[in-house]
């Protein structure tokens, strides 16, 4: 199992920007699929952006154009750039890693294919 630490979160206005950051505690991101996940009060969890190990990329169609996933494994690290924002993208936000292959069929917007999650940070948005 993998500890996995966000930051990044925080309160902007809307059209805004914030950068959130997801790393693993302990092992290297580099082979990892890694996703990110948001739920806000009273709904469920959603997918978001997703990276996988060889950096092909995946995305909600509520974030196309404003999110950006992307990954430095040099500095171990995955990156949800977040532009744009609005009062809607208000949320925790979940990072989500896992270690092991992914199979043809899999969907990476599915919470079940990853093994490993963050605790959560707060991204607040006010209009």
């Known amino acids: 199992q993998v500890q996995l630490v966000e930051s990044g979160g925080g309160l902007v206005q809307a059209g805004g920007s914030l950068r959130l950051s997801c790393a693993p505690s302990?092992?290297?991101?580099?082979?990892?699929?890694v996703g990110w996940f948001r739920q806000a009060p009273g709904k469920e969890r959603e997918f978001v952006l997703a990276i996988s190990w060889n950096g092909d990329i995946y995305f909600a169609d509520s974030v196309k154009g404003r999110f950006t996933i992307s990954r430095d494994n040099a500095k171990n690290t995955v990156y949800l750039q977040m532009n744009s924002l609005k009062p809607e993208d208000t949320a925790v936000y979940y990072c989500?890693?896992?270690?092991?292959?992914?199979?043809?069929?899999?969907?990476?917007?599915?919470?079940?294919?990853?093994?490993?999650w963050g605790q959560g940070t707060q991204v607040t948005v006010s209009s």
């Open positions: 989500a890693a896992r270690s092991g292959p992914v199979y043809a069929g899999s969907s990476y917007s599915s919470a079940h294919l990853y093994n490993d």
């Open positions: 302990g092992r290297t991101f580099s082979s990892f699929t």
